[in-house]
């Protein structure tokens, strides 16, 4: 089984398959994975830290399937930190199908045991949860920028700027972040004041806008037999009951590519040229967590 144990944090992790290639393309074992998330740690825990986390797994590489995990699995540790959240529709203060028990990664071992369970992906509301369990306000709103062919990241920086200057106009600051698949993610800082449905429809609303003014490169309607060469901003993540991959997580893609926090001097080049920009690979990322801090802080 190539099974270790390894000391994190004062935890004792059973750590297996280190050899296991997770990524084909490039060879890439589940112990680089493993040591990427552990050097990574420092600037995305602060992203995940109180969020409910929903796992990708791939528990026999990105070229086999996949699943969707909420719900802690079986065998958790007794020291991971979970919080117990109704569904819609749930009967709150109890313990049924409609409440999930989501772990919440506020540690490096917490991460590094989910990792080893081959969750690839880490994906997060908007919204926060208190040491007791209570769902907050959400305090940021998301906007993922879906580039249907042809368009792509080039014209994906084009609109993250015309995104930009709406938000800005509301008084909220924005960063971008490449998705690590094909477009980018902005993100708004929020005071707290509205509720998801509040920041969803803020959200719908600069997308519409958006796609009025600019209907030849922009659209806000989901159905994607409409998206082609356009890009779709996609309003409906910041729902209560949707997710966004985290800043700093690997995706499941062919490459171990990375949702990467970037400059808006980088987003304003990608405008210009198509091909000052492109999807960042966990190596590059490192490199540039290294140069440059955290981006998203």
């Given at each position: 089984?190539?099974?270790?144990?390894?000391?994190?944090?004062?935890?004792?992790?059973?750590?297996?398959?280190?050899?296991?290639?997770?990524?084909?393309?490039?060879?890439?074992?589940?112990?680089?994975?493993?040591?990427?998330?552990?050097?990574?740690?420092?600037?995305?825990?602060?992203?995940?830290?109180?969020?409910?986390?929903?796992?990708?797994?791939?528990?026999?590489?990105?070229?086999?399937?996949?699943?969707?995990?909420?719900?802690?699995?079986?065998?958790?540790?007794?020291?991971?930190?979970?919080?117990?959240?109704?569904?819609?529709?749930?009967?709150?203060?109890?313990?049924?199908?409609?409440?999930?028990?989501?772990?919440?990664?506020?540690?490096?071992?917490?991460?590094?045991?989910?990792?080893?369970?081959?969750?690839?992906?880490?994906?997060?509301?908007?919204?926060?949860v208190t040491r007791a369990g209570k769902v907050?306000?959400?305090?940021?709103?998301?906007?993922?920028?879906?580039?249907?062919?042809?368009?792509?990241?080039?014209?994906?920086?084009?609109?993250?700027?015309?995104?930009?200057?709406?938000?800005?106009?509301?008084?909220?600051?924005?960063?971008?972040?490449?998705?690590?698949?094909?477009?980018?993610?902005?993100?708004?800082?929020?005071?707290?004041?509205?509720?998801?449905?509040?920041?969803?429809?803020?959200?719908?609303?600069?997308?519409?806008?958006?796609?009025?003014?600019?209907?030849?490169?922009?659209?806000?309607?989901?159905?994607?037999?409409?998206?082609?060469?356009?890009?779709?901003?996609?309003?409906?993540?910041?729902?209560?009951?949707?997710?966004?991959?985290?800043?700093?997580?690997?995706?499941?893609?062919?490459?171990?590519?990375?949702?990467?926090?970037?400059?808006?001097?980088?987003?304003?080049?990608?405008?210009?040229?198509?091909?000052?920009?492109?999807?960042?690979?966990?190596?590059?990322?490192?490199?540039?967590?290294?140069?440059l801090g955290d981006l998203f802080s």
């Open positions: 089984m190539n099974d270790v144990h390894v000391e994190v944090e004062g935890r004792t992790l059973k750590i297996s398959n280190l050899q296991k290639v997770l990524y084909p393309r490039t060879g890439t074992t589940k112990g680089e994975v493993l040591n990427y998330y552990a050097q990574v740690s420092g600037v995305l825990l602060p992203h995940v830290r109180d969020r409910c986390v929903t796992r990708i797994r791939w528990p026999h590489g990105v070229a086999d399937k996949s699943f969707f995990e909420k719900n802690i699995p079986a065998g958790t540790p007794g020291w991971v930190r979970t919080a117990e959240v109704p569904t819609t529709g749930s009967r709150a203060g109890t313990n049924t199908s409609d409440t999930l028990v989501f772990p919440i990664v506020d540690d490096l071992a917490t991460l590094t045991w989910l990792v080893n369970l081959a969750a690839l992906e880490l994906h997060v509301h908007q919204w926060t907050r306000k959400p305090n940021r709103l998301v906007v993922d920028l879906d580039p249907g062919e042809p368009a792509g990241l080039h014209e994906c920086c084009q609109v993250a700027l015309m995104v930009r200057e709406k938000l800005d106009e509301r008084g909220l600051e924005v960063r971008p972040v490449t998705s690590g698949s094909k477009g980018l993610h902005l993100y708004a800082t929020m005071p707290g004041k509205l509720d998801s449905d509040g920041t969803t429809a803020l959200a719908k609303e600069v997308a519409e806008e958006l796609q009025g003014e600019h209907a030849q490169l922009v659209t806000a309607t989901m159905t994607k037999a409409r998206r082609g060469g356009k890009v779709f901003l996609d309003w409906s993540q910041n729902a209560g009951s949707k997710t966004t991959v985290s800043p700093y997580s690997l995706r499941g893609r062919e490459t171990p590519t990375v949702a990467t926090p970037l400059t808006w001097s980088e987003v304003e080049a990608g405008a210009e040229d198509p091909l000052a920009l492109e999807q960042f690979r966990f190596e590059e990322v490192l490199e540039r967590v290294a140069d």
